[in-house]
C-alpha cells in the first residue's frame, strides 16, 4: 500500500502571545492522498488557516510546533528555512485569502510569476515570460498578453486572484492549499475561481486542501471534509456521508445554518449560541461543551475520544445521536 501524499500526526502548534504561550492547534491529524480533494471547514478562530499555514512552513515567529507533518515521504517539521523555500511554489502551492496583499503591489505580474519559474525551474529570462503568459491564458485572464505587465492595482479582485492561481501552479505542485481563495470575491466571481480551482486541479491531478467556512462550496468542490473546532478537528469523513448524517453536534450546527432556496421571506437562519473560546481559556473538555445542548459534566472533563460513526466517518463526542 503506498503512502498518502500529506500525512499529518498529531500536529499541535503552540503560539507567544501576551498572555502567555497559548495552543493553537491540538493534535490535528489527517492524511490526503494524490490526486483528493480535502476542505477543512469550520468558524473562524477554529484553525484552519493555521493549518494551512503549518504546512507551508509560514506560521507566526516564535510559534512551537510539535507533531508529525509528512509531505511525500519527507518529515517537514524539521526543515530550516532554505529547505522550506526550496519546496514553497515548487512541490506545494498555495493560493491565499486576499490577493492584494499576497502579490508584490511593486512588481507586474507577470514578473512574479516567472519569478517561481526562473527560481525553482532555472529557466532564462524569456522562456519564464513566455511560460507566464501560458500560465495566465490558462487561468483564463482576459487580455492576458497587455496583463502581463500590468501591476496589481490594475486588475480587479477576480483578475488578481487569477494571478495568484497562476503563480501557486506555475512549478506544477503535488499539492495545492487554497485558503478561502474567494473570500474577498462577488458571487459571480466566486463561482469562476473556485470552477477554475476544480478544473486546474482535475486536469493536473494534483491533490487539494481546500480551506473555507462555507459547507456548500465544500459540498460542490472536495470529496473528504474535515471539520475544525478550536483547534481540534470533531468530525470527518466523506462530504457526502458528513452532509448526509452529520455526528458532531458543531456540524449539524453549521448544516442547520446554512442559507437556503426556498425559505420564506423574513426567514431567520439558525445560529449557533456563544462563540468559540479563547485560546487562553481553553477548556479541559470538549470546546464546544459551552454551546451545546447536549452537554454533561462529563463532557467538560476531558476531550472525547475520535469514534467510527460509519464507513470512513468519525467524530469526537460522547451523546451520539441514535
Known amino acids: 500500500m503506498t503512502e498518502p501524499l500529506l500525512k499529518v500526526q498529531d500536529l499541535r502548534v503552540t503560539l507567544a502571545t501576551a498572555r502567555g504561550a497559548v495552543e493553537a492547534l491540538r493534535g490535528v491529524s489527517f492524511t490526503l492522498e494524490r490526486g483528493r480533494t480535502l476542505g477543512l471547514i469550520g468558524e473562524s478562530g477554529c484553525g484552519k488557516s493555521l493549518t494551512a499555514l503549518a504546512l507551508m512552513g509560514l506560521l507566526p515567529e516564535r510559534a512551537q510546533v510539535s507533531g508529525s507533518i509528512a509531505f511525500d515521504g519527507q518529515e517537514l517539521t524539521t526543515l530550516d528555512e532554505p529547505a522550506w523555500c526550496r519546496l514553497r511554489g515548487d512541490r506545494i502551492g498555495m493560493v491565499f485569502q486576499e490577493p492584494m496583499t499576497a ?88 463561482r469562476e475561481v473556485l470552477k477554475l480551482i476544480h478544473e486546474l486541479v482535475r486536469e493536473d491531478g494534483m491533490a487539494l486542501l481546500l480551506v473555507s467556512h462555507d459547507l456548500g462550496v465544500m459540498a460542490d468542490q472536495v470529496q473528504d471534509l474535515l471539520v475544525m473546532y478550536a483547534g481540534t478537528v470533531v468530525e470527518r469523513g466523506p462530504v457526502a456521508g458528513v452532509f448526509r448524517r452529520p455526528a458532531h453536534p458543531y456540524t449539524r450546527g453549521l448544516q442547520a445554518a446554512r442559507p437556503r432556496l426556498g425559505l420564506p421571506r423574513h426567514t431567520r437562519l439558525a445560529t449557533i449560541p456563544g462563540r468559540v473560546p479563547e485560546l487562553h481559556a481553553m477548556p479541559p473538555g470538549c470546546a464546544f461543551a459551552e454551546r451545546c445542548e447536549q452537554a454533561t459534566a462529563e463532557c467538560r472533563t476531558a476531550l472525547p475520544p475520535e469514534v467510527s460513526v460509519a464507513p470512513g466517518q468519525a467524530t469526537r463526542c460522547i451523546h451520539l445521536e441514535a
Not at 498578453?145 to 479582485?157: F, K, T, W
Not at 494571478?163 to 459571480?188: H, N
Open 103 to 190: 502579490l508584490n503591489p511593486l512588481q507586474p505580474v507577470g514578473r512574479q510569476i516567472a519569478e517561481s519559474l526562473r527560481l525553482h525551474k532555472k529557466l532564462p529570462a524569456a522562456a519564464a515570460r513566455a511560460e507566464a503568459l501560458r500560465l495566465l491564458e490558462r487561468v483564463q485572464l482576459p487580455q492576458a498578453r497587455e496583463r502581463l505587465d500590468a501591476y496589481p492595482h490594475q486588475l480587479s479582485g477576480g483578475q488578481r486572484q487569477r494571478v495568484v492561481i497562476a503563480i501557486a501552479l506555475a512549478c506544477g505542485p503535488a499539492l495545492l492549499i487554497a485558503d478561502e481563495p474567494t473570500t474577498a470575491l462577488d458571487v459571480t466571481v466566486q
